[in-house]
């Protein structure tokens, strides 16, 4: 069966950092783009980052850029979203989702294996 399933959430103060991760069952991370998804109550869920399956692209929200950084270690099959800096307006659902791919340099407009969100709370 393949999957997706994130794990790293929690509650962190404003000004604080957590790292998630993501790790992919029954496909390999370097067959794979990645891409981190958030959803806040009452709101739609935006795209926070992507990484393609080669790592060498990324692209970020414009509102964690420069705050939030994504990676890939193919070894642990295992993705992660660093989040550095988190306000409270980051707090909400965090899903990662998975795009088998032959692209290596861009990431992909669909993904196809979503996992099930790890939640973030950031308090003031």
């Known amino acids: 069966q393949l999957q997706v399933v994130e794990s790293g959430g929690g509650l962190v103060q404003a000004g604080g950092s957590l790292r998630l991760s993501c790790v992919t069952l029954?496909?390999?991370?370097?067959?794979?783009?990645i891409g981190w998804f958030r959803q806040a109550p009452g709101k739609d869920r935006e795209e926070v980052s992507c990484?393609?399956?080669?790592?060498?692209?990324?692209d970020y929200g414009t509102s964690v850029k420069g705050r939030f950084t994504i990676s890939k270690d193919n070894a642990k099959n295992t993705a992660y979203l660093q989040m550095n800096n988190l306000k409270p307006e980051d707090a909400g659902f965090y899903y990662c989702?998975?795009?088998?791919?032959?692209?290596?340099?861009?990431?992909?407009?669909?993904?196809?294996?979503w996992g099930r969100g790890t939640q973030v709370t950031v308090s003031t």
């Open positions: 989702a998975a795009a088998p791919t032959r692209s290596l340099n861009t990431c992909p407009r669909r993904y196809d294996y």
């Open positions: 990484i393609s399956r080669s790592s060498t692209f990324t």
């Open positions: 029954g496909f390999t991370l370097d067959s794979a783009a």
